[in-house]
């Protein structure tokens, strides 16, 4: 089985203005709807992906039914006027953000190959816990979609062979499909197409040649798993929502007709852990319906009872922001509750939500929005420390997923915009 094969990739016809019709992913600000709504007004009323998504600040509200619906209908229409090019293969991605330009490679994640259940150890690999309970509300925008867009991406070690890297020394004879701005601070996005067979067999070998044993095991020598080829870097709960959809709908069909049926695979970009230009951040808290110097004392508290609060010199700083964006204090933690820093709040986190009714977290992307939130009345900010790079797959082929909400790949900006398309449902 291999994990990541080519695929039927839809883009918008050769007229269209892609930078209204990219849209960041969707999973971002979802504590800021403004942003949401200069999205709206920067798109100009032309064609965009907006119409086919549904922003997550939006996820709960009481009018998300009709949104869903208006979804399901825009995709309808889109998939008859809007996307009027096809591509099948692979479209090999620059993505210029302020922290260089970041390689990928968009195709289909093949979804039995993936499993997000605990214990499990399939080629494809969620790298952070999988809440399930995200499931369900993310669950209805895909049922009745005819289209998907990615924010998924993925994440591979492909040293030293630098599959990516392949690609760009070659992209002079690829057909170039996009080049263009995108909106609201996001930098460029460049795209080439890879159709040619002998090209589309030998990329899709290569990725699944990452989980061969005696190769996997010189980069991981500590692997207490299976081999895996690829983790999910960021749209774990995306690429779940789409598993389980699949395991739903799967015994609707005949054998003949799993083996194809477009349900089967998810669209994703995968790009390779290795590029200067992928930056991973810690995924900061913000903690609402509490006081700040409440919730500084009670977290003391709890890293003293748990046997884990440190000295001020230790190494794993926890800043806590509160009215004005400023520091109330900070708090250093050792290992004793969790081996990361993220582990020890979460853990936090889970006692204080079951003891105090109305205390809500949200999981922040970027220090200047985490100040900005933690600025309001009964808001609080935890600034998370640095996350090491080589600790993302070096942790998930040590000891199975990290804690939820770990890491970020780069600021909320950098994140996928939805630009490729392709269809679900026959």
């Not at 600000?29 to 907006?50: D, E, H, I, M, N």
């Not at 924010?151 to 080049?179: F, N, R, S, T, W």
């Not at 970009?269 to 913000?286: G, K």
């Not at 082929?397 to 909400?405: I, M, T, Y």
């Amino acid at each position: 089985m291999r994990p990541f094969t080519a695929a039927d990739i839809l883009l918008p016809g050769p007229q269209a203005d892609l930078s209204a019709w990219a849209v960041l992913a969707c999973d971002q600000f979802t504590s800021t709807p403004a942003y949401w709504q200069q999205v709206q007004a920067a798109r100009k009323g032309k064609p965009s992906a907006l119409d086919i998504i549904l922003p997550e600040c939006y996820l709960e509200k009481p009018d998300t039914p009709a949104r869903i619906k208006a979804i399901h209908a825009n995709m309808k229409e889109m998939a008859q006027k809007a996307l009027g090019r096809c591509v099948h293969g692979f479209v090999y991605v620059e993505r210029t953000t302020q922290s260089g330009v970041r390689r990928g490679l968009v195709g289909a994640v093949d979804l039995e190959a993936y499993s997000y259940r605990a214990g499990a150890a399939p080629l494809v690999r969620p790298s952070e816990a999988t809440v399930a309970a995200r499931i369900p509300p993310r669950l209805a925008v895909r049922r009745g979609a005819v289209l998907e867009s990615p924010h998924i991406m993925m994440l591979m070690d492909d040293a030293p062979l630098d599959i990516l890297g392949g690609l760009a020394a070659e992209k002079a004879q690829l057909v170039k499909l996009y080049d263009t701005p995108l909106m609201l601070g996001g930098g460029r996005v460049a795209g080439w197409a890879v159709t040619e067979p002998e090209a589309l067999e030998a990329l899709e070998k290569a990725v699944e040649n990452l989980a061969q044993p005696e190769e996997f095991r010189k980069k991981y020598p500590g692997a207490a798993t299976a081999p895996f080829a690829l983790a999910v870097g960021d749209g774990n709960h995306s690429l779940a929502t789409a598993k389980a959809y699949w395991e739903e709908l799967k015994p609707t069909l005949s054998q003949e007709e799993q083996q194809t049926h477009p349900a089967r695979f998810c669209l994703a970009e995968v790009c390779s852990i290795s590029s200067p230009a992928l930056q991973v951040e810690p995924i900061h808290r913000a903690v609402f319906g509490i006081e700040p110097g409440e919730f500084f004392r009670a977290f003391e508290a709890f890293l003293r009872e748990q046997g884990a609060l440190a000295p001020q010199s230790g190494a794993r700083p926890f800043c806590v922001l509160g009215k004005g964006g400023k520091p109330v204090g900070t708090l250093c933690a050792n290992s004793a509750v969790h081996p990361l820093a993220v582990g020890t709040l979460e853990a936090f986190l889970g006692v204080l939500c079951a003891q105090r009714a109305g205390v809500r977290v949200d999981y922040i992307h970027g220090e200047v929005t985490l100040r900005a939130l933690s600025a309001r009345e009964g808001a609080v900010g935890v600034l998370l420390p640095p996350f090491e790079k080589r600790d993302l797959l070096r942790g998930v082929a040590e000891g199975g997923v990290l804690p939820k909400k770990t890491f970020s790949m780069g600021s909320a900006e950098e994140k996928r915009y939805y630009l490729e398309c392709r269809r679900v449902a026959p």
